[in-house]
T-cell receptor, first 108, second 112 residues
Framework: GIQVEQSPPDLILQEGANSTLRCNFS?????LQWFHQNPWGQLINLFY???GTKQNGRLSATTVATERYSLLYISSSQTTDSGVYFC??????????FGAGTRLTVKP | NAGVTQTPKFQVLKTGQSMTLQCAQD?????MSWYRQDPGMGLRLIHY???????DQGEVPNGYNVSRSTTEDFPLRLLSAAPSQTSVYFC???????????FGQGTRLTVV
């Protein structure tokens, strides 16, 4: 099956710093989504981005489907950005495969 | 809008017991799915449904059953709980499969 690799696995930032999270996938996909899991366990959809670039406030994402990767940019990080960021992809069938996540800690 | 609602939030079971995790959505979504999340891992798909009356297996279906009698509800049944099923379970829904997914708050299940 498709492999989804996220890097880095852990990231510690000082408040105000910028960061880039990466998601590589091993096969073509029809869908790619980025999620944030907050420290209370809630999963929030950040971006639905099978291709192209999207921005939402301090967050933006770019997916280059032909090269099988996606990037999530976080600018001017805040302590509330802490948590785990997951990339999830949908191959041609009906499932969705998640990466192992990047655990982000933003220190005040 | 309540979105996706899961009950219960916490549950402790003894090995061999059965139970049903409830999931309901009020967004008229066709696609619903169940995932489990184990420590340090991403979510793994257990079962999914593309519409009422239609279900299929995901990546880790063994030990779990589902049914989809209505668009709104997608319960997950554990037939005979095992310690390996200790996990956090998430239900999700989307308008169709290839659309933005919304997750419930999760059910933390411990099997002793």
């Amino acid at each position: 099956g498709i492999q989804v690799e996220q890097s880095p696995p852990d990231l510690i930032l000082q408040e105000g710093a910028n960061s880039t999270l990466r998601c590589n996938f091993s096969d073509s996909v029809n869908n790619l989504q980025w999620f944030h899991q907050n420290p209370w366990g809630q999963l929030i959809n950040l971006f639905y981005i099978p291709s192209g670039t999207k921005q939402n406030g301090r967050l933006s994402a770019t997916t280059v489907a032909t090269e099988r990767y996606s990037l999530l940019y976080i600018s001017s990080s805040q302590t509330t950005d802490s948590g785990v960021y997951f990339c999830a992809v949908s191959p041609s069938n009906n499932d969705m495969r998640f990466g192992a996540g990047t655990r982000l800690t933003v220190k005040p | 809008n309540a979105g996706v609602t899961q009950t219960p939030k916490f549950q402790v079971l003894k090995t061999g017991q059965s139970m049903t995790l409830q999931c309901a959505q009020d967004m008229n979504h066709e696609y619903m799915s169940w995932y489990r999340q184990d420590p340090g891992m991403g979510l793994r798909l257990i079962h999914y449904s593309v519409g009422a009356g239609i279900t299929d297996q995901g990546e880790v279906p063994n030990g779990y059953n589902v049914s989809r009698s209505t668009t709104e509800d997608f319960p997950l049944r554990l037939l005979s709980a095992a310690p390996s099923q200790t996990s956090v379970y998430f239900c999700a829904s989307s308008y169709i499969h290839l659309a933005e997914a919304f997750f419930g708050q999760g059910t933390r299940l411990t099997v002793v």
